[in-house]
């Protein structure tokens, strides 16, 4: 397992203009990128949304290149997507998983079945074109740009090490710094 | 004043909303006889009534198309499926199925934020599946969004078992806020595009109830 965070910060060397739904990563990406118009960190708008949100992005912009980095409690709850994804098949979305086998932010609760699937070969079975598994960051780093430039859909699981909350939810570190709406507005106007 | 009765054909001028719906009809009207002049009657309906026939596919599209729906987000169901072989022969629209309703509000939300212009095709069934999507990501996002919802058990208000899920289907919508129409033939099918225009106007949902189950559908 490796760090979020570090994850992130070698993602960023390789991000280029690319249009990024960062997730539950939104906490430490908001510090670390420099193209916040192309940011949208959502927060959690209702459970199980993402990756269909990220998907809906790229089918509309197939001139943008659009990475979402999902997580294994958000793609549990919506496992069909994948199917969708890969009936489509934009070239133009990666999604990246962040699998900590956990609910962190509800206590680190056990995902089912939390350290036997294989979401890579879910997609893969899917019919995604292209999947990839990494447990350390080191063969990541080594594969990023290359992963960058094929074209999608790309699944790419990760598995990263949990950062539990126990802190009631009106107690936490707040990462946001826009409302939802001056996301969208910001992503709106950079998209033209 | 005069009455008239049979042996005068008459422009007839009916409201705004309302739809003549009687074949024949006896008139009376009671006006200074001017076979020139287009006077409003109010027509009482003595004889048999019959409703248009049902919901054409084709004037659905057209409603699609006019309104510059670029993407349909669906799964089928049984109010809406005949319209699928007209969407996959358009060119100019992009058919996204999903396995479940709620995914679809959250693509569509996608495709908003992208420029395109979705309308979402479900059944109330998996539209009350898809609650807390349309909450989150159609409600809480802003999403100006046409959710075309197969009617499943419409009986216009006639008698449905208790757990029938007509029976839940408006409730439904009104603990939402989210304001709908009923088309149920081509005549309403202009309620389509209010459906469009005010999702613009207020930046969210709106819902087009289709109650239409059977008409036309067998093709």
Known sequence: MFAAADMLEMFQRYRGNALVIPGRGSRHWNGISKIHERDIPLGDPAMGGHASFAFGLAEARPDEKVVLFDSEGDLLMNLGVLATIADLKPKNFYHFLMDNESYATTGGQPVPNATNISYSGMAREAGYPSTYFYDNLEDLAGDMEGILNEPGPVFVHMKIAPEIENLPIAMRVRWQTRTLDEVLRDVKAALG | ?219
């Open chain 2, 1 to 219: 004043m005069k009455s008239l009765r049979r042996g005068i054909l008459l422009d007839i001028e009916v409201g705004e909303g309302h739809t003549l719906l009687c074949y024949w009809a006896v008139v009376n009207v009671e006006s200074t006889l001017d076979r020139n002049r287009r006077i409003p009657v109010s027509i009482e309906r003595t004889g048999m009534t019959q409703q248009q026939a049902g919901l054409n596919p084709e004037t659905v599209l057209k409603e699609f198309k006019d309104n510059g729906v670029t993407h349909v987000v669906w799964l089928p169901d049984s109010e809406t499926n005949w319209l699928y072989q007209l969407m996959t022969a358009d060119p100019e629209l992009t058919l996204i199925p999903v396995s479940r309703e709620g995914q679809a509000i959250s693509t569509a939300a996608g495709l908003v934020v992208g420029g395109k212009k979705p309308v979402v095709l479900i059944q109330n069934t998996g539209m009350m599946e898809s609650g807390d999507s349309i909450r989150g990501w159609g409600l809480s996002l802003n999403t100006p969004l046409v959710l075309m919802i197969g009617y499943r058990g419409w009986t216009r208000h006639g008698v449905n078992r208790p757990y029938d899920v007509a029976k839940f289907t408006e409730p439904f919508l009104h603990t939402l806020g989210i304001n709908y129409y009923l088309i149920e033939n081509d005549d309403d099918a202009s309620r389509i595009s209010v459906a469009f225009k005010e999702s613009e106007e207020n930046m969210r949902p709106v819902a087009v109830l289709v109650g239409d189950e059977f008409h036309g559908f067998i093709r």
